[in-house]
């Protein structure tokens, strides 16, 4: 195996396009146990931590562009970041230990692709836009257009995720993640979802994005589920709607961590308590 | 394959060493270096054991290739106190006799240290939750607690 650090985004296209089984390093958290677990590792790795940029957080257009390289623990510390998307980084902070939080980054999340990752369906209730360089140059696209299964992203030979941008808010806007798991810390999501809400001067839900974790191969955006909550104050009726709409929309699978059933229940039951976090952050009242 | 040359700061120190591609940084201060503080416990940056700081961020050093530590600066738990001048946390996991066989030992110190750094005065919760990532199979944890928030009372100069 070799390590090449990349000098730039360039470099570290060309270098992925020319080697077979050429893998992106950033924090490692997830590529280095597979690693360790496989027979035959990567033929190469293209560590992108000192790409100019790559470990930056930034203001744009109102929003925030958030390098491939920014580790949960950076995320967890920019004040600005975190007042702005709250939900978005209180899911990144969820994943692994302080130690993970020190290395592990929110591309990373997204690249693992597991169905049960906590930064994806906060993205996704973002409506976050990941750039991607590659052989054929730059696109942005929105993050739930690249997820296609367990472990699988629609990304080219030789493309890698340089950033993701959570776009500008408006005022009285506010998102929030929950994840349920059997203890209190260090576990794989049995359900996560996120919510993210515009209210208007009345609290009156204007518009409103529900994204669901670890109940289907990706994480999916939950259109019934925003549909039962916009035009609401967030009232019984509207959560159990919401409810309804968000254990309909799941096809999860049976396993140690949760059944069919139990997922399919606490989905609706996650999403309408991240509704109500970010109804409350968005400055109404319950 | 030739070996990659790393410099680095480890401890305050200039260090210099060669390693694999493949080859963790918790193999290269073990088994190249002599520091054998930081332990394997699990190699899956599950438990903790082998935690370090790059930087000042806490990390585990088994997830980490000793080739990407080029530059940085390094502390492990061998930086931290000297046998006749123990740090708090050494002195107060030691007289509440927060450790039996000791393996976490070194990581539960570099992690509470660096939770120390940046909140000197966290609520027993708080340690709970930092140190979520340092496992402990003697203990049951509740001694190592209590010790880490009586070394952080003991540093912001507060009598016990």
Redo the contacts between chains.
Sequence with gaps: ???V?AKDSRDAVALLGETAGARV?AG??DL??Q???SET?PAL?V?I?RIPGMGDIIEEEGGFRIGAAV?G?EMGAHAALKAQWPGVVEAVELI????????ATMVGNLCNASPAADSVPAMLAAAALARIEGPEGVRDVPVVELLAGPGKLHLADAELITSIFLPARVPQSADAYLRFIPRT??DIAVVGAAVSLELDENGVIKAARVALGAVAPTARLVPEAENALVGTKLDASALAACAAASSAACAPIDDKRGTVEYRTKVAGVMATRAAKIAYIRAGGTL | ?SK?HVNSTINGDTVEFLCE??E?LLDVLRDRLNLTGAKEGC???DC?AC?VT?NG????S????G??A?GSEIETVEGIGAPDALHPLQRQLLEHAALQCGICTPGIIV?AK??LVQNPDPSEEDVR??????LCRCTGYDKIIRAVLAAAAEMRGENP
């Design positions: 195996m070799r390590y650090v390093l490692g958290t280095l146990v690693m360790k677990l590792g790795l560590d931590k580790s623990a692994g230990s302080a130690q993970v939080q020190g290395r810390e260090m | 394959m990659i591609a493949d963790t190699g899956t940056g903790g935690s790059i961020r806490l990390v585990a088994c997830l980490v290739l080739a990407e080029e992690a660096a939770l939750y930092w140190l979520a990532g340092n």
